[in-house]
């Protein structure tokens, strides 16, 4: 069966599950996460969404200062959209152009480093991820990316792979005058006073660029494929960008059937795309052989995740979802004996190493009081 990143555009329940019923402070919800995860009780799979990157500055979709909750009108490109259309295909690489520098400049956080102590301690099996900022492999060598990366792009004709920071180089040859461009809109802005001129150009999660409406994409330039070009398959323009001559052409070989030749797309899986056949076997053979799935930090929005946990939940498996927010679902698939907390994943986490590395019992933790539970008790 396919698995599509789709998503989930249906009003969640307001009120998260608590399970066990006793975790509703900070030092409860540790000893129940610990608890669920303790390697006595079985392996357990771990599944990460957007809000474990929040801390290394890239953005999640439905947290509170989620993409989506921001801008209730937000609508990001469709896979079918931008293989059919030159004009999205443009839209899109001049936002992903001004916004890959913060992409590529961020850390890994604390909760990516706790993972990583949690697979090497032998409390998590396997890592299987919904982001494509690629932070996790910093800390863990094996990371099935089911929504593909960012640090990658692949031709739609021949199917051959470049490594995104060379394709930025090039973006920025072709587009001298778009760095230039920013800077004059953030001085725009910011002379009309406005406190944040930057929040204009907010980063979203799949790593392009919020630009205001009045921003046109009409003169911006982005590659042919270099090796579609370099045999003849598909045509560049005298300066090296892609052609409209590319258009409604087909040729037997290509990779994907789409109707322009020598179009680059980034590493990432679009929402309407379908997850590659060899990477959804990946997950699912991960999240099969682990007696337990972790989620974590992932409102299960897309149904590519919230399929994968549906089917491990009807094969009798205990769930945990570590989630600040409701998540999809939540409410027919958790049982108790599962696992459901509404706290930060670094500080549940962290806490969670610090009983695998005491090596204590799960019901004897009492954490030092957090600075975001001290700031919701004032």
């Known amino acids: 069966m396919k698995m599509l ?27 129940a996460t610990a608890e669920f995860l303790d390697p006595a009780t079985g392996t357990t799979a771990l599944l990460t969404g957007a809000g474990i990157s929040v801390e290394s500055g890239i953005p999640d979709y439905r947290g509170p200062s989620g993409t989506y909750t921001l801008n209730r009108n937000h609508r990001p490109i469709f896979y079918t959209e931008f293989v059919d259309h030159h004009t999205i295909r443009k839209r899109y690489w001049a936002r992903s152009f001004l916004g890959w520098p913060a992409v590529r400049l961020a850390k890994p956080n604390r909760a990516h480093k706790y993972v990583g102590d949690l697979i090497n301690g032998g409390w998590l099996r396997s890592v299987v991820t919904q982001n494509v900022d690629s932070l996790h492999s910093a800390y863990v060598k094996d990371v099935t990316e089911i929504h593909g990366t960012l640090s990658a792009a692949v031709c739609l004709t021949c199917g051959t792979h470049y490594d995104r920071s060379e394709l930025q180089a090039e973006l920025a040859r072709l587009n001298p005058d778009w760095a230039d ?183 004897a933790y009492t954490p030092a009081e957090s600075s975001s539970e001290r700031a919701r008790r004032d």
């Open 181 to 363: 461009m920013l800077q004059q809109e953030l001085d725009r802005v910011s002379q009309q006073r406005i406190a944040n001129p930057i929040k204009d150009f907010r980063l979203n999660p799949d790593g392009d660029l919020e630009l205001p409406a009045r921003i046109s994409y009409d003169e911006f330039k982005y590659p042919t494929c270099p090796a579609c070009a370099s045999n003849g398959t598909a045509k560049s323009t005298s300066n090296g960008a892609w052609s409209e001559e590319n258009i409604d052409v087909i040729v037997p070989h290509s990779q994907r059937k789409v109707k322009d030749v020598g179009v680059l797309k980034p590493g990432v899986v679009f929402f309407g795309e379908s997850v590659e056949d060899h990477v959804r076997r990946a997950a699912e053979q991960k999240t099969n052989v682990a007696d337990k799935i972790l989620v974590v930090a992932s409102s299960l929005a897309t149904y590519s995740a919230f399929r994968l946990i549906k089917e491990n939940k009807t094969n009798g498996k205990r769930i945990g979802i570590i989630n600040v927010g409701p998540v999809r679902g939540e409410h027919e698939l958790l049982v108790p004996g599962d696992l459901r907390v509404s706290f930060i994943a670094g500080d549940i986490l962290g806490g969670v190493v610090d009983i695998m590395n005491e090596q204590r019992s799960p019901l």
């Open 5 to 31: 990143r789709v998503p989930y555009n249906l009003k969640m329940a307001a009120a998260p599950m608590v399970l066990p019923p006793t975790a509703t402070t900070l030092g409860a919800a540790i000893s």
